[in-house]
């Protein structure tokens, strides 16, 4: 599968616990962004990286919340001190950062904090 | 404050019928408008796009339509299949802003046969 992924797939855990998902993206995509989608709602930009370099965080992104692309390939994003808020599917995407601009989404991490 | 609108958020169409989805903006910085499509459980995927350049563009079945003086853009099913049931969102994305993509609240489409 030469497809953007997302491990694991589904998270479950208990407010206050850290939490940490990976994405593979495309292996020639220089470009990577984070989004998180609740229930009912479009996708909302978290975090984007070109290469290594983590270019821009939205507001949303709190303190709690901290990602890496170590080496410019796949990439981590990591919750601290889960809240009951931070539930949502978590999605990963990755473009050639050309014109054309298409961005191929993962799977997602489905994230439950009880 | 929500930079890409759509309507309606809910649509039931017949096998057969037309779907037509509408979207507004009002950044006119956004130079790329895809449609994505997403089913239950997955990712969204990309479905169709266009630049502000064209005010029109076809793909099989789906047409979007755009009005850049009224920063407005449609998406258009054509012979709706019961395969097409899913959620679609508008959006929007800028190369003043890394190509970050702004996705509105999203359509859920049914056909019924």
């Known amino acids: 599968d030469t497809g953007v992924s997302q491990d694991p797939r589904h998270k479950i855990t208990k407010r206050g616990q850290n939490v940490t998902f990976r994405c593979d993206p495309i292996s020639e995509h220089n470009r990577l962004y984070w989004y998180r989608q609740t229930l009912g709602q479009g996708p909302e930009f978290l975090t984007y990286f070109q290469n290594e370099a983590q270019l821009e965080k939205s507001r949303l992104l709190s303190d709690r919340f901290s990602a890496e692309r170590p080496k410019g390939s796949f990439s981590t994003l990591e919750i601290q001190r889960t809240e009951q808020g931070d539930s949502a599917m978590y999605l990963c995407?990755?473009?050639?950062?050309?014109?054309?601009?298409?961005?191929?989404f993962g799977p997602g991490t489905r994230l439950t904090v009880l | 404050q929500q930079q890409v609108k759509q309507s309606p958020q809910s649509l039931i169409v017949q096998k057969g019928g037309i779907s037509i989805i509408n979207c507004a903006y009002e950044?006119?910085?956004?130079?790329?408008f895809p449609w994505y499509q997403q089913f239950p459980g997955k990712g969204p995927a990309l479905l169709i796009a266009?630049?502000?350049?064209?005010s029109e563009k076809k793909e099989g079945r789906f047409t979007i339509s755009f009005n850049k003086s009224a920063k407005q853009f449609s998406l258009h099913i054509m012979d709706s299949q019961p395969g097409d049931s899913a959620t679609y969102f508008c959006?929007?994305?800028?190369?003043?802003?890394?190509?970050?993509?702004?996705f509105g609240p999203g359509t859920s489409l049914s056909v019924i046969p």
């Open positions: 266009i630049r502000p350049d064209v």
């Open positions: 995407a990755s473009s050639l950062g050309r014109r054309g601009n298409e961005q191929f």
């Open positions: 950044n006119t910085a956004f130079d790329y």
């Open positions: 959006a929007a994305s800028s190369k003043t802003s890394y190509d970050k993509v702004i």
